[in-house]
């Protein structure tokens, strides 16, 4: 099972909105609304921002929002601030033999 | 509040079994739900190893299952990871993590992570 597509790396300003996108087969991504996102800062351990594509958990800000089409998924981070800055992970269910599939990571710089 | 936390050697010879805990409290893990183990090597990104359910039922990543072992007990709140025949490319920050009822393709809770080297 290979690593879903991310970008390296994206950047923006304070206030303004950045999107991630993280592209999978119709085998993960395509093929189900299982689509979750982490932020991961500095030495930290890896926290749930969204999960079932656009679902947020208690305690991530609104600002955060997600979207899916076809076999591509997209985390869009609106009005940015300075502690967004981290790296961000895709994953996704793969089926009842693999069960899910990290993407390779991108890198937020707040500029 | 729930919390998990993993334990176990911070220095495995290669060759060797690598063997990890995860000690779960503020929750019991006979409730329905999954543990998951995922692995970061220094500087590099995020690599599922496997998730096993209360019951025992496991899933493993297909490029490690030749070499995963993942149990639970359910007297001590606690679920393990076995990896045998470490090599370098094992070295890593592990994580354990809970994935809720109904949800076992994300981990809504990630104990702080613990750094294994594989090295003589």
């Known amino acids: 099972q290979s690593a879903l597509t991310q970008p390296r790396s994206v950047s923006g300003s304070p206030g303004q909105s950045v999107t991630i996108s993280c592209t999978g087969t119709s085998s993960d991504v395509g093929g189900y609304d299982y689509v979750s996102w982490y932020q991961q800062n500095p030495g930290k351990a890896p926290k749930l921002m969204i999960y079932d594509v656009t679902k947020r958990p208690s305690g991530a800000p609104d600002r955060f929002s997600g979207s899916k089409s076809g076999n591509t998924a997209s985390l869009t981070i609106s009005g940015l601030q300075a502690d967004d800055e981290g790296d961000y992970y895709c994953?996704?269910?793969?089926?009842?033999?693999?069960?899910?599939?990290f993407g390779g990571g991108t890198k937020l710089t707040v500029l | 509040q729930l919390q998990l936390q993993e334990s176990g050697p911070g220095l495995v010879k290669p060759s060797e079994t690598l063997s990890l805990t995860c000690t779960v409290s503020g929750d019991s893990i006979s409730t329905s739900y999954y543990g998951g183990w995922i692995r970061q090597p220094p500087g590099k990104g995020l690599e599922w190893i496997g998730s096993i359910h209360y019951s025992g039922s496991t899933y493993y990543n297909l490029s490690l299952k030749s070499r995963v072992t993942m149990s639970i007990d359910t007297s001590n709140n606690q679920f393990s990871l076995k990896l045998s025949s470490v090599t370098a490319a094992d070295t890593a920050v592990y994580y354990c993590?809970?994935?809720?009822?109904?949800?076992?393709?994300?981990?809504?809770?990630w104990g702080q992570g613990t750094l294994v080297t594989v090295s003589s």
């Open positions: 993590a809970r994935s809720p009822y109904g949800g076992n393709h994300y981990f809504d809770s």
């Open positions: 994953c996704s269910y793969a089926g009842s033999y693999t069960l899910v599939v």
